[in-house]
């Protein structure tokens, strides 16, 4: 997910499902085994929620950063975090037991490489997507997902009397949260995006919905042929230009204000849509690419960055994922079908599924 229309939600797509390791009776982390009787089972899905809240305090409180590369004792973590050394002990004692931070002596605690995902100053930091996470405004809407369950629309509608994106551009200091943990996560996803599809023949690339321009950063930083233009509202247009200055590749790159469900820029041969199109219902989704598709022609590619979610049983985090849509937006995952009917109605068709090391996939469409 980018910055579209109005500040947006969603959850990172390299983390476990919800529900798959809970506290309870047994560690967290472990293996359900078949002799643990299904109302235990039951009991430790229902506290499960606790991993999360915990890892969003820490975050918070930049419990990580305080511990640093240092193995350091529970009292000053609590000196340098301003916390109560006693509580503090039982809230990182807990996380030790599902990996997250480790007791290395008694009451003395070091990072592990989970917890040092939570430091504000390592690549890959997911401290503001957590901190994110557990904004109560979201959480609200996740305490009333009946309502979504009963009659299909969000929670956070109910909740707030106003939807997500109304919601959110009228706080400026809740939409930078939001802005800092998309940063975060673009670079997670865009990682394993890079790695898997070769864009070296790509001459010039349109990021639909590109938010401050990671992804657009990142290709012409691979790529050196390669021109594109970040494509988003024109209030995030400014934070764009700014981080593809300090990449060092705005003499390549054009960033451009607009609506992508009015109309996209044209010159590209390629379109990519990163982590947006789940934001929208099919309606929407369609016209966003039905002008795509008028400005590509009928030639060139457009790839679509989002989860595809398989059928039936199978785990996948995309699964809880669009729970996510449910409670917050209008829209939702799809599977491989569903791109597909989209993609028809567009005047697309598919071409290729290529999965990545998260739950992404990149997928590939070309004029029909």
Known sequence: MTAPRQPGGTEPPATPAPGAHFPGTRP???????????PVRMYEMLYGSLVSQLLVAVAELG?????????????????????????????????????????????????TPLAATLRGDVPGSMRDLARYVGLPERQRAFGSLAHSLRTGKPSFDEV??????????????????????????????????????????????????????????ALLQRYPRMTAVAYDLPRV????????????????AEC????????????????VVSWTIHDWDDDDAVAMLRNIRRALGDSGQLIVIDEV??????????????????????????????????????????????PTPSSTSVIVAVPA
């Open 256 to 271: 451009v204000g607009g609506d992508f469900l009015t109309s996209v820029p044209e010159g590209g041969d390629t379109y």
């Open 63 to 111: 419990v990580a950063d305080a511990i640093g590369d240092e193995v350091r004792h529970i009292d000053e973590i609590a000196e340098r975090t301003g916390t109560d050394p006693g509580a503090l002990y039982r809230g990182l004692r807990a996380l030790a037991s599902v990996g997250v931070f480790t007791e290395v002596e008694p009451r003395t605690f070091g990072l």
């Open 160 to 217: 707030h009397g106003t939807d997500w994106w109304t919601f959110f551009a009228a706080r400026p200091e809740l939409a930078a949260v939001f802005n800092s943990a998309m940063s975060s996560m673009s670079v997670m996803v865009n990682s394993g995006v890079l790695d898997v599809y070769d864009l070296s023949d790509v001459r010039r690339l349109v990021d639909v919905g590109a938010g401050r321009g990671r992804l657009v950063g």
């Open 28 to 38: 967290p982390g472990s293996e359900p085994t078949g002799d643990v009787p299904a």
């Open 309 to 354: 979610i398989p059928e039936g049983d199978t785990p996948h985090f995309g699964k809880f994922e669009d729970i996510v849509m449910l409670s917050l937006l209008t829209g939702h995952l799809r599977t491989e079908s569903e791109f597909v009917d989209l993609f028809e109605r567009a005047g697309f068709r598919l071409k290729e599924i290529r």
């Open 237 to 252: 247009v400014p934070e764009a230009e700014a981080v593809l200055a300090e990449l060092g590749v705005s003499d390549r």
